[in-house]
């Protein structure tokens, strides 16, 4: 079955970088493009970042275009969301998920890493 594990999270600073990692099983991860949502304490689940299957093709939400980078390594069956510039507001529980969408309603997901930006 289709298993995603998320790593990479931590506190961090303001302005501070972290680059999140989400490893791929059961299923032929070339195949399938991918995507990372996030779900803030008390929020929605919200839409962050999508790249198809080959890595040719990308989309991020206003809020993190410009400082967060999807991509994705077949080869080593893994997703990445490097993440720079981070602020306060990016504090939340980072998900991957199998598939190429720009909705938050995706599924399925990992268990989640949690981000945590201090001001």
């Known amino acids: 079955q289709v298993q995603l594990v998320e790593s990479g999270g931590a506190s961090v600073n303001a302005g501070g970088s972290l680059k999140l990692s989400c490893a791929a099983s059961?299923?032929?991860?070339?195949?399938?493009?991918m995507t990372w949502v996030r779900q803030a304490p008390g929020k929605d689940v919200e839409w962050v970042s999508t790249i198809n299957n080959a890595g040719t093709s990308t989309r991020y939400a206003d809020s993190v275009k410009g400082r967060f980078t999807i991509s994705r390594d077949n080869s080593k069956d893994t997703l990445y969301l490097e993440m720079n510039g981070l602020q306060p507001d990016d504090t939340a529980v980072y998900f991957c998920?199998?598939?190429?969408?720009?909705?938050?309603?995706?599924?399925?997901r990992g268990q989640g890493t949690q981000v945590t930006v201090s001001a």
């Open positions: 059961g299923f032929t991860f070339r195949y399938y493009g």
């Open positions: 998920a199998q598939g190429f969408s720009t909705s938050a309603s995706i599924f399925p």
